[in-house]
């Protein structure tokens, strides 16, 4: 699914990825773990068409990234992928139901298709009763919940989650980490960067980095 | 793109406030500037300077605008209306009735000299029904009226009441007026009674010649009254004309007054075209910060929206017709509030400066003003906007 060959990403004299090389097959969970400053969100970001390389190649689905226009990189993030960040990054003046709707927008679905849609997703992480409410004015664990919802709207078949308990409780971790396995088990891939071990170690694969270079995946 | 603007009313919501305000600040200060300027300008144009173009040698001539209480104390019920000059004094004399003659106060003959004024005559008579519909229209004989008026500067005037008085008493007497000298006769004007009464319109060094018209046209025709006001091009000219208007006995001038101070010197015009200048950078310096705020492009929203996959001209493109239409909004909403300021004023102006003529007279201003507001708001584009395309996912994580 995801072929990473050599790549390096540098910033000026500071290298965070140097030479990472590894492969991703579809429907894999890999925690990527690492100290901080490893090259772990880095690493997500280049992924997930955030960020671009220094040199190498990523690919993804089998297609080149590298050489990707802008508008290509925006479909793959609309369409390929999914993002769970720490942060949230939800719209907070925005609806719950706005919030999820934006990709179904910038897809292109219709109206209809995508109320339905919206409703269905927040049906999965349990938050029908939020669809109205601004997202500002969720818990963290909501927040997360709606992120999770936002992030599965056009059946992306890649799931990328920076830290996504990194502002939650134990409580909403939980529910945050088995709604992301059960995700998976939909045969969705799953790479969720975490500094946490007991995280990492629910997924099938651990990579390690450090200093911008694979120790063990 | 258009299915793209359904989170984009949402952002507009979100910063309504921003959005009102520059909608009025701009339509204010585009008011403004647009009133002013065509006060200073449009005045002196539309009045002065259309005459000066008919009548290149006209800044030496005599020109009138009648007195509203002239016209009025001349009579009840005005038989009959007689126009003597060339196109643009024939239409702005009628125009000037129209504006002084009181409803019921009927004109019963239009007589005019000229082929064109007639028919400029002929339109007020079916526009101004209560002064003209039941006008007779006589139409002048083919005197080649034009080339003598222009070159004798000749143009249209209300005599007042004591000019007729006067005029009424000097009938065979030569008079002569000290601007160039001329002699005219006074000629058939007398008055009989109450039967019939008529307004004559002529130019006091060639009064002359209207009255032979008259005579000629209609022949023993009762001149009750005559109604008849004078402004003159230049400060020196007015002082010569006024002495000689007080010895006709005219004393009633006060549109004369009206219009002389919007004959201001040269210094004064270039003053206030300056200021009316200074006025439109301010107000574009005012919308330009309005529209700053407004398109005060959040970095977050463009960079969690390209997170989901938008692409940047798409966002470019929609906030920029938003905005742009934003501005059309305010751009035509101060075009009406200055155009209904101008229209506040009274008599003569209100005729002059009714909505569509300002907007044909100003026409040039006005799409002066709007190219260069397009100017700005293209200049926006890149100024702003730009930032759009720079913005990307990775700036969220900045903030982090």
Not at chain 1, 176 to 200: C, F, P, R, S, Y
Not at chain 2, 128 to 146: C, D, K, Q, T, V
Request: charged share 15%.
């Amino acid at each position: 699914m995801i072929q990473v060959e050599d790549v390096v990403k540098r910033f000026k004299d500071f290298y965070a990825l140097n030479g990472v090389s590894l492969d991703i097959a579809s429907g894999q969970y890999v925690a990527v773990v690492g100290p901080s400053g490893s090259g772990k969100s880095t690493l997500l970001n280049v992924i997930g068409q955030i960020d671009d390389i220094t040199s190498g190649e990523i690919f993804v689905g089998g297609v080149a990234t590298s050489g990707l226009l802008e508008r290509e990189r925006a479909s793959l993030r609309n369409k390929k992928f999914g993002y769970v960040f720490q942060a949230f990054y939800l719209e907070p003046r925005y609806s719950v139901y706005k919030n999820i709707e934006i990709p179904l927008i910038i897809a292109g679905v219709k109206g209809r298709a995508r109320r339905e849609r919206v409703e269905y997703l927040l049906e999965l992480v349990g938050l029908t009763q939020k669809i109205k409410n601004a997202a500002g004015s969720l818990s963290g664990g909501e927040k997360q919940r709606v992120a999770l919802a936002r992030a599965l709207t056009n059946d992306p078949q890649i799931i990328l989650a920076d830290e996504p308990c990194g502002n939650l409780d134990s409580a909403n971790s939980e529910i945050v980490l088995n709604l992301l396995a059960d995700i998976n088990k939909q045969g969705k891939t799953l790479i969720l960067v975490t500094h946490n071990m007991e995280h990492a170690n629910l997924a099938e694969r651990i990579i390690r980095l450090q200093d911008g270079k694979l120790v063990e995946h | 793109m258009f299915k793209a603007f359904y989170f984009f009313t949402g952002e507009i919501k979100q910063i309504y406030r921003q959005c009102i305000l520059f909608l009025v600040t701009s339509a204010l200060v585009f008011s403004l500037a647009l009133g002013v300027f065509s006060f200073t300008y449009s005045y002196r144009y539309n009045y002065g300077n259309m005459l000066d173009e008919v009548h290149p040698a006209g800044r030496e001539f005599l020109i009138s605008v009648p007195s509203a209480s002239a016209l009025r104390s001349a009579s009840g019920v005005v038989d009959k209306l007689s126009v003597f000059g060339d196109n643009i004094t024939t239409e702005m004399s009628l125009s000037f009735a129209h504006t002084t003659l009181e409803v019921g106060q009927g004109v019963r003959d239009i007589v005019t000299n000229t082929t064109i004024g007639g028919g400029i005559a002929y339109y007020f008579r079916g526009t101004l029904p209560y002064a003209f519909s039941n006008a007779r229209f006589i139409a002048g004989r083919s005197w080649n009226a034009g080339d003598n008026v222009r070159q004798g500067s000749a143009y249209s005037i209300f005599i007042s009441i004591e000019v007729a008085n006067y005029l009424r008493t000097s009938v065979g007497k030569t008079i002569t007026h000290s601007y160039n000298n001329t002699q005219f006769i006074v000629r058939g004007i007398y008055y009989r009674g109450a039967v019939s009464r008529e307004c004559l319109l002529g130019y006091i060094p060639f009064f002359v010649m209207p009255a032979q018209f008259v005579l000629n046209a209609v022949p023993a025709s009762n001149f009750d009254s005559l109604n008849f006001v004078a402004e003159v091009a230049n400060t020196s000219r007015m002082v010569d004309a006024y002495f000689q208007l007080a010895r006709l006995g005219i004393t009633n001038l006060d549109s004369y007054y009206f219009f002389e101070n919007l004959r201001t010197t040269r210094a004064v015009e270039i003053l206030m075209l300056t200021l009316s200048f200074l006025v439109i950078i301010v107000a574009l310096l005012i919308l330009f910060n309005s529209l700053k705020i407004v398109l005060n492009v959040r970095a977050e929203f463009i960079a969690r929206l390209k997170l989901l996959g938008a692409r940047s001209y798409l966002i470019t493109l929609i906030y920029y017709i938003v905005f742009y239409a934003i501005f059309l909004l305010a751009f035509g909403l101060s075009i009406l509030l200055s155009t209904l300021t101008l229209t506040r004023y009274e008599s003569v102006a209100e005729t002059l400066f009714d909505f569509p003529f300002v907007i044909t007279l100003n026409f040039p201003l006005i799409l002066a003003m709007f190219v260069a507001s397009s100017v700005l708001i293209f200049a926006s584009y890149f100024l702003f906007l730009r930032r759009i395309g720079k913005v990307n996912p990775l700036d969220l994580m900045k903030e982090d």
